[in-house]
């Protein structure tokens, strides 16, 4: 049996990836969470089937060391607003004490972002990392101390990622905020007037890449196609006004050159998914 960390498992994405994990017969499987974004709910399912346990605990307070054989970092402080530097430091101490629990031939998947890239419209795995953020340097400074400390790795740099149980806190990504507001009736703020064009990916496309590639290296998820932030919203149907302009890029498309070599594709287009809520919503 081989043991298993999934970091931020009751998490939006943490949540489905649990619930792919536990079809292998041969893993034992730790979540640890804090709760402060993911939700018991999310994982119900997967405590359910036994296989799961789960740790409500900030990471960088346990004391396991040299206990798992495969480590998914997706843990994470991430507000891609926040302007000081908490989330920065506690983002690379919780990266850093995850390293220490890996064993030493063991593999660690660790959840990047494509705001690692900063303001440049097309980006490949080789273009330079140019982050604007707290949030974005701080990917940054994961994937380094993940290079720096373990052997066997393998890094995901995410376009937005849309899907069932995100969240919809105007901290979070658009698609969830529009089916929140949508379902509440109330209004969304529009930042930078609607201005931003994006590359979205969905969620259990996001967990069949981290299932199937095993490969060493850094690899982009994304749809290599940009969407306009007004026109997902004014297809919602979902009230909205201006709001201010945001900090973080304006314009980014993600090529998925590299993981498609690997056998991996993007099945659901942001667009459909929104229509998908829509119907859902409308009975």
């Not at 969620?203 to 306009?228: E, H, L, P, S």
Request: charged share 25%.
């Amino acid at each position: 049996m081989k043991e298993v960390l999934v970091t931020g498992g009751a998490g939006f994405i943490g949540s489905h990836l649990v619930e792919e994990l536990i079809k292998n017969k041969n893993y034992n499987i730790t979540v640890v969470d804090t709760l402060s974004t993911g939700k018991m709910s999310n994982i119900k399912e997967s405590l359910f089937s036994g296989k799961v346990f789960l740790m409500i605990s900030k990471i960088q307070q346990l004391n396991y060391k040299e206990k798992f054989d495969i480590i998914y970092h997706l843990g994470a402080k991430a507000n891609t607003r926040e302007k000081g530097m908490d989330d920065f430091i506690n983002n690379a101490m919780a990266t850093e004490a995850v390293t220490k629990m890996l064993k030493p031939n063991g593999r660690i998947i660790f959840m990047s972002s494509c705001v690692i890239y900063g303001n440049q419209k097309f980006v490949t795995e080789e273009s330079p990392l140019q982050p604007t953020t707290p949030y974005g340097y701080s990917k940054w400074m994961n994937e380094l101390i993940i290079k720096n400390n373990c052997k066997n790795y393998t890094i995901f740099r995410c376009a937005n990622v849309f899907g069932e149980r995100q969240g919809g806190s105007n901290k979070g990504g658009l698609i969830g905020i529009i089916s929140y507001h949508l379902k509440n009736k109330t209004i969304i703020p529009i930042f930078s007037q609607g201005e931003s064009n994006r590359d979205y990916v969905y969620v259990r496309d996001v967990v069949k890449a981290i299932i199937i590639i095993n490969k060493k290296g850094t690899f982009q998820i994304g749809q290599n196609k940009t969407y306009n932030t007004l026109d997902l919203v004014k297809l919602s149907g979902v009230e909205w006004h201006y709001g201010g302009y945001g900090s973080e890029a304006t314009s980014i498309k993600v090529d998925n050159t590299k993981i498609k070599k690997e056998g991996w594709k993007p099945t659901l287009e942001v667009t459909e998914y929104i229509r998908r809520i829509k119907r859902d919503l409308n009975g």
